[in-house]
């Protein structure tokens, strides 16, 4: 089984995380902050990956650092069930409708971080939860996990509908992208050998 843990301790935050790629879309997430704990339980179900998270942060400050750190835990703990990642499918995509909302995902398992973020909120917050947030969950998490990450929201009104078809977008493209091709499972999904940031 694909599964790993991860802790984080800093004077901001202190999160453990871990996830089980090959599970069933479990999820126990409790980040203190209700709109984030409801992305991560959309990323869980969607993509099958069972997910376990615990945060403890300056919420008394802002989400800022929570919001962030999350998605540095929950990434390294994806790039630390990958393993070696052979036999992984590397490439996912998805687009994700939700009612005037459509919104397209595409990742690459490549070992080298990077996000492009075309995303664009109406509104500044969503509740308490500043929109401008999400991004930086996305950018931490790609760094993290080692992927190539796009996230375009094609168009689109409301702010929830937004946010939350990023999420399961990413969701169905973690799906696609760490699943494991029996053809190639002892192979490493690269013309070089090997997959990581030097190449």
């Given at each position: 089984?694909?599964?790993?843990?991860?802790?984080?301790?800093?004077?901001?935050?202190?999160?453990?995380?871990?996830?089980?790629?090959?599970?069933?879309?479990?999820?126990?997430?409790?980040?203190?902050?209700?709109?984030?704990?409801?992305?991560?339980?959309?990323?869980s179900k969607h993509?099958?990956?069972?997910?376990?998270?615990?945060?403890?942060?300056?919420?008394?400050?802002?989400?800022?650092?929570?919001?962030?750190?999350?998605?540095?835990?929950?990434?390294?703990?994806?790039?630390?069930?990958?393993?070696?990642?052979?036999?992984?499918?590397?490439?996912?995509?998805?687009?994700?409708?939700?009612?005037?909302?459509?919104?397209?995902?595409?990742?690459?398992?490549?070992?080298?971080?990077?996000?492009?973020?075309?995303?664009?909120?109406?509104?500044?917050?969503?509740?308490?939860?500043?929109?401008?947030?999400?991004?930086?969950?996305?950018?931490?998490?790609?760094?993290?996990?080692?992927?190539?990450?796009?996230?375009?929201?094609?168009?689109?009104?409301?702010?929830?509908?937004?946010?939350?078809?990023?999420y399961k977008g990413l969701a169905?493209?973690?799906?696609?992208?760490?699943?494991?091709?029996?053809?190639?499972?002892?192979?490493?999904?690269?013309?070089?050998?090997?997959?990581?940031?030097?190449?």
């Amino acid at each position: 089984m694909r599964q790993a843990s991860v802790e984080r301790n800093t004077k901001e935050t202190r999160i453990s995380g871990s996830v089980n790629l090959d599970g069933a879309g479990v999820y126990d997430v409790q980040t203190g902050i209700g709109f984030l704990d409801h992305m991560l339980e959309q990323l869980s179900k969607h993509s099958l990956i069972d997910l376990t998270l615990r945060a403890e942060g300056d919420l008394h400050i802002d989400f800022h650092h929570t919001t962030e750190d999350s998605g540095y835990v929950v990434g390294e703990a994806v790039l630390k069930a990958l393993g070696d990642r052979k036999g992984i499918e590397r490439y996912g995509h998805a687009y994700i409708p939700m009612d005037e909302t459509l919104t397209r995902v595409s990742i690459d398992l490549s070992g080298r971080p990077y996000l492009v973020w075309k995303v664009n909120f109406t509104k500044p917050k969503l509740g308490d939860f500043d929109t401008e947030l999400f991004k930086e969950w996305f950018a931490a998490f790609a760094q993290a996990a080692g992927a190539t990450l796009h996230v375009e929201n094609l168009y689109g009104e409301n702010n929830h509908h937004i946010a939350e078809s990023c999420y399961k977008g990413l969701a169905r493209a973690l799906k696609a992208a760490t699943a494991i091709d029996p053809r190639k499972a002892d192979q490493v999904p690269s013309t070089k050998g090997t997959l990581g940031e030097s190449l």
